[in-house]
């Protein structure tokens, strides 16, 4: 066990220098709405969405219905339909531990795996799990940190959430240099520009989602041949 968790703590050393700071904010514009703490402990621990929690704190602020922040959720974390298809296979097999694992699937989370290989004596069930749960560490940290002190702090967060975009540029390189076809990235890549520029940064992202999803499956037979 030992070795699995040394393992996930080397994999996900740069999640967590995106999410402890990045939770951090989090909190500190929870506790700006009035709410402290335990709010941000609660909120990380069941809701556990990253930019999702950051659109939560406006509608708490605006005392939004149920049913706008249910729609509003859907369409922010719909991109997680796509990254679960991916791990349905690999997550049947985990037991007790499946519930936990599709919870806690995020961005980053999901790029750590897709890229983790560990070395042969090591689990792979295992090291995805406490991948897994150290990422959820990671954000529940930050988000109580950033709730506690927020107030006692005075720090300009402007541009922080740049550490995010930062985070996504490691772990593609990672994989880049990890993967022998380069051809799913490239998809991606060329798949998110397109999108950009037709439907703008606010809608592209979903829209790439599903075009990069329908041309890898296309093209499924070549890559796994190439493979």
Request: net charge negative.
């Amino acid at each position: 066990m030992r070795r699995e968790i040394a393992y996930a703590l080397r994999r996900t050393a740069p999640v967590a220098c995106g999410y402890i700071f990045l939770g951090m904010a989090f909190g500190i514009l929870l506790n700006e709405e009035g709410y402290g703490p335990l709010w941000a402990l609660a909120s990380s621990l069941f809701v556990y969405a990253g930019s999702m929690q950051f659109v939560m704190v406006s509608l708490l602020a605006a005392g939004a219905p149920l049913y706008t922040v249910a729609v509003t959720t859907f369409l922010v974390n719909a991109r997680h339909i796509f990254y679960g298809l991916g791990f349905i296979e690999k997550y049947r097999g985990m037991g007790r531990r499946f519930p936990y694992m599709v919870f806690s699937l995020t961005d980053e989370t999901y790029s750590v795996l897709c890229s983790m290989d560990p070395p042969e004596g090591l689990d792979w069930n295992d090291c995805a799990f406490y991948a897994s749960l150290l990422d959820h560490a990671y954000w529940v940290i930050g988000s109580v940190l950033g709730a506690a002190l927020g107030q006692a702090i005075p720090v300009d967060l402007t541009g922080i959430d740049f550490s995010m975009t930062a985070l996504f540029v490691v772990i593609f390189v990672d994989q880049w240099k990890q993967f022998p076809s380069h051809v799913p990235a490239l998809i991606g890549l060329v798949c998110a520009v397109i999108a950009l520029l037709l439907f703008g940064p606010d809608n592209f992202l979903l829209i790439a989602l599903i075009a990069a999803v329908a041309i890898l499956v296309a093209l499924r037979g070549r890559l796994e041949e190439k493979a």
